[in-house]
Antibody, heavy 122, light 105 residues
Framework: QVQLQESGPGLLKPSQTLSLTCTVSGDSITSGNYYWSWIRQPAGKGLECIGRIYPGESPKYNPSLGSRVSISVDTSKNQFFLKLTSVTAADAAVYYC???????????????WGQGTTVTVS | DIQMTQSPSSLSVSVGDRVTITCRTSQTISSHLNWYRQKPGKAPQLLVYSASILQSGVPSRFSGSKSGTDFTLTISSVQPEDFATYYCQQSYSIPWTFGQGTKVE
C-alpha cells in the first residue's frame, strides 16, 4: 500500500525558508491519476490546503500564500517538495503531505496522508 | 474562495447515539464534497467522498448526503473510536477548502 512520509527541519527562525520533503513508497508517484498535495494545520486549529502538483503539470497554490510557496516533484526519487519563504510565527503548524484523487468522481479527495511533521518558528 | 460553514462546532454525545454534522457551501459545488475524521495527534482519515460515497474500509455507520449546497455526514450509532473532530472539504475549485471542524465528545 502507498505510504507518505514527511521530512525536514522542525525549527526555523523568522524570515527563513521552510523546506519539506514527502517521500512516497509503495507505488510510483507517476502511476495513477493523483495530485500530490501539502496541507497544514496550526496547533488547535483547522486544515488549510497549501497547494498540489500533478507530475508533468504546473503546480497550483493557495492564493493566500502569495508568491512565498512553491511545490515541485522529483519523479526519479519518488518525492515531492514544499518550499515556503520568509516564514513567520503564523506559519507554525503541522504540515502534512497527502495524495488527492484525480478522477472526476473522486476529484480532490485526500485518501492517503503522511503522519505530519511539526514546524515551529521562533 | 468557496466558503464552508460547518455546524455545529462541537457536540456531546453518548455511545450509540445518532450524530448529524452539516456543511453549507457558499456556492454550488456539484458533489465535490468530502468528509474526514481526525483523531487527536493523527492525520485526517477520508470517510466519504463525492458527498455520499463511502471510502473503502470505512464502517457502514457513516453516510453522507447532499441537498443543494447543504451536505450532511451522519453517524448512525456512535462508537468509542468516533470521538474525534470531523471536517468537510470542497474539491470543486481551487483553493480546495475545509470546514472549521466539528468536535464530537
Amino acid at each position: 500500500q502507498v505510504q507518505l512520509q514527511e521530512s525536514g527541519p522542525g525549527l526555523l527562525k523568522p524570515s527563513q525558508t521552510l523546506s519539506l520533503t514527502c517521500t512516497v513508497s509503495g507505488d510510483s508517484i507517476t502511476s495513477g491519476n493523483y495530485y500530490w498535495s501539502w496541507i497544514r494545520q496550526p496547533a488547535g486549529k483547522g486544515l488549510e490546503c497549501i497547494g498540489r502538483i500533478y507530475p508533468g503539470e504546473s503546480p497550483k497554490y493557495n492564493p493566500s500564500l502569495g508568491s512565498r510557496v512553491s511545490i515541485s516533484v522529483d519523479t526519479s526519487k519518488n518525492q515531492f517538495f514544499l518550499k515556503l519563504t520568509s516564514v513567520t510565527a503564523a506559519d507554525a503548524a503541522v504540515y502534512y503531505c497527502a495524495r488527492a484523487r484525480g478522477e472526476w468522481e473522486r476529484l480532490g479527495a485526500f485518501d492517503v496522508w503522511g503522519q505530519g511533521t511539526t514546524v515551529t518558528v521562533s | 474562495d468557496i466558503q464552508m460553514t460547518q455546524s455545529p462546532s462541537s457536540l456531546s454525545v453518548s455511545v450509540g447515539d445518532r450524530v448529524t454534522i452539516t456543511c453549507r457551501t457558499s456556492q454550488t459545488i456539484s458533489s465535490h464534497l468530502n468528509w474526514y475524521r481526525q483523531k487527536p495527534g493523527k492525520a485526517p482519515q477520508l470517510l466519504v467522498y463525492s458527498a455520499s460515497i463511502l471510502q473503502s474500509g470505512v464502517p457502514s455507520r457513516f453516510s453522507g448526503s447532499k441537498s443543494g449546497t447543504d451536505f450532511t455526514l451522519t453517524i448512525s450509532s456512535v462508537q468509542p473510536e468516533d470521538f474525534a473532530t470531523y471536517y468537510c472539504q470542497q474539491s470543486y475549485s481551487i483553493p480546495w477548502t475545509f470546514g472549521q471542524g466539528t468536535k464530537v465528545e
